[in-house]
């Protein structure tokens, strides 16, 4: 169960804005590659029109973010003053190689928005040839949304609005905005007060959560995710992006009693774990940092409805079967701790504590030292049935890229559109050098999961 929206940004929307701390991207990078063999590559005219079309009567496409005066408070979503079709770029005409279309999609997740001027933009590679999948020549476009407006089946729900059937644009989530942007003002009385008064429910709110967490049995709520010793991938990144993606047929990640989010987990297991070993970083354990989505009828106020579960990554077990068994059962411990209403309240308390105080004595990101929580973060979304096309070229698949942290530069994703799947690598040359090598190996494990 959503909550009433607010053009109040809820906390845990507002904590994927840019940030000082952090110079790294959260955007969601949403990607698809479109079969063009036979036909016209797509200009960038073609593509606004698309937009212009798509988006029209859909306030999602049309909201920014407004700094709170002197921030004082979270921002607020205010309608976007410039026309949609703005937010989109295309590269050259040029002829590139998949390999340099990869190369390119890694220049542009070293980008991030500004929410405050635009919360999406699509990236548009008109003519990219070796695309798996096709014969002839291939555009591969990139929806870069900011996190805080959607989660990962909000932003899906968006690029079905531009690229599929008509009716898909029932689906896209609403944002309530203040109507326009009210200009700047200086802070008053009135802002302060409503500071303290949010503060003092913020921390009667804490209490409460805290004592409910305490009167909780140790059956009722899953135990914490512990912490791990560092391995290689545990760096924080510099501010260059590389990436991979693999793209399979999606029966490859299924077998019985194993999901496709599990097979793909246990493949980077197998990967990571062997990496390790050739490195002579073994950590004994890794752990992975997955997003679980939130049961439907979880009481929860922010736009991204998930939460995240770390996930041990079974190593030293040599057989697959027991490996992705254990994967499995440490994956389901996670998702009912996710949403577990005791842990979601301590979320929501959040919510209620002003900024100001937040930054002042919240948790401040920092890059590991001896042990982590996981070591790399993963992403698994399903987009729908493959009836996706740009103009009149239907789509070949789909992909993402989780974000890279502090506490780790290598990321992980599968993402799934009607038979095919793809399974994404990102990470930092930067803080990884060398990193072609774990793809081969990462490669190879899904080759050997599928037999």
């Known amino acids: 169960m959503t909550r009433r929206s607010s053009a109040r940004l809820h906390a845990t929307d507002a904590a994927f804005l840019p940030s000082p701390s952090f110079p790294g991207s959260s955007d969601q990078y949403v990607t698809f590659a479109f079969d063009t063999t036979g036909g016209p590559a797509p200009t960038l005219e073609v593509l606004r029109d698309l937009v212009r079309r798509a988006t029209a009567g859909h306030d999602v496409f049309a909201t920014t973010v407004l700094p709170s005066p002197f921030d004082l408070d979270h921002p607020r979503w205010v309608r976007a003053s410039h026309d949609p079709d703005h937010c989109v770029t295309t590269a050259d005409a040029h002829p590139r190689t998949w390999n340099q279309a990869q190369d390119d999609l890694a220049r542009i997740m070293a980008t991030r928005l500004d929410p405050?001027?635009?919360?999406?933009?699509?990236?548009?590679l008109p003519v990219v040839t070796g695309v798996p999948g096709s014969t002839g020549t291939s555009a591969v476009v990139v929806l870069q949304v900011c996190h805080a407006l959607v989660d990962g089946r909000g932003a899906g729900a968006m690029a079905r609005a531009l690229f599929g059937p008509r009716g898909d644009r029932a689906a896209l989530p609403s944002v309530r905005t203040l109507r326009a942007d009210p200009g700047p003002r200086r802070a008053t009385a009135t802002d302060a007060a409503r500071m303290i008064a949010r503060g003092?429910?913020?921390?009667?709110?804490?209490?409460?959560?805290?004592?409910?967490?305490?009167?909780?049995?140790?059956?009722?709520?899953?135990?914490?995710?512990?912490?791990?010793?560092?391995?290689f991938a545990s760096v924080a990144p510099a501010t260059d992006r590389a990436t991979r993606v693999l793209v399979i047929p999606v029966d490859r990640?299924?077998?019985?009693?194993?999901?496709?989010?599990?097979?793909?987990?246990?493949?980077?297991?197998?990967?990571m774990e062997r990496v390790s070993r050739d490195q002579h970083s073994e950590s004994g354990t890794m752990a992975a940092h997955v997003t679980v989505a939130l049961p439907d009828d979880a009481r929860w106020g922010a736009r991204n409805r998930f939460l995240p579960a770390m996930v041990d990554l079974a190593f030293g077990t040599p057989d697959v079967s027991e490996r992705a068994a254990r994967?499995?059962?440490?994956?389901?411990?996670?998702?009912?701790?996710?949403?577990?209403?005791?842990?979601?309240?301590?979320?929501?308390?959040?919510?209620?504590?002003?900024?100001p105080l937040m930054r002042a004595f919240g948790p401040t990101p920092q890059p590991p030292a001896e042990s982590v929580l996981a070591h790399t973060s993963f992403s698994s979304v399903h987009r729908g049935p493959a009836d996706l096309r740009l103009g009149d070229a239907p789509v070949l698949f789909t992909a993402g890229f989780p974000a890279l942290s502090l506490a780790s530069s290598l990321s992980h994703?599968?993402?799934?559109?009607?038979?095919?799947?793809?399974?994404?690598?990102?990470?930092?040359?930067?803080s990884l050098p060398g990193m072609h090598g774990y793809v081969d190996v990462l490669e190879e494990a899904l080759s050997a999961l599928a037999s």
């Open 116 to 124: 405050t001027t635009a919360t999406w933009h699509l990236h548009l």
């Open 200 to 231: 003092l429910s913020g921390a009667v709110g804490a209490v409460r959560a805290s004592v409910a967490s305490r009167r909780a049995t140790v059956s009722d709520v899953p135990a914490s995710p512990v912490r791990h010793p560092v391995s």
């Open 253 to 271: 990640l299924r077998a019985p009693g194993r999901t496709v989010t599990v097979s793909a987990l246990t493949a980077v297991s197998i990967a």
């Open 327 to 355: 994967i499995a059962v440490s994956l389901e411990a996670g998702r009912r701790r996710a949403g577990h209403p005791t842990v979601l309240r301590r979320y929501e308390t959040g919510n209620d504590v002003p900024r």
């Open 413 to 430: 994703g599968v993402y799934t559109i009607g038979d095919t799947a793809t399974v994404s690598v990102l990470w930092s040359p930067g």
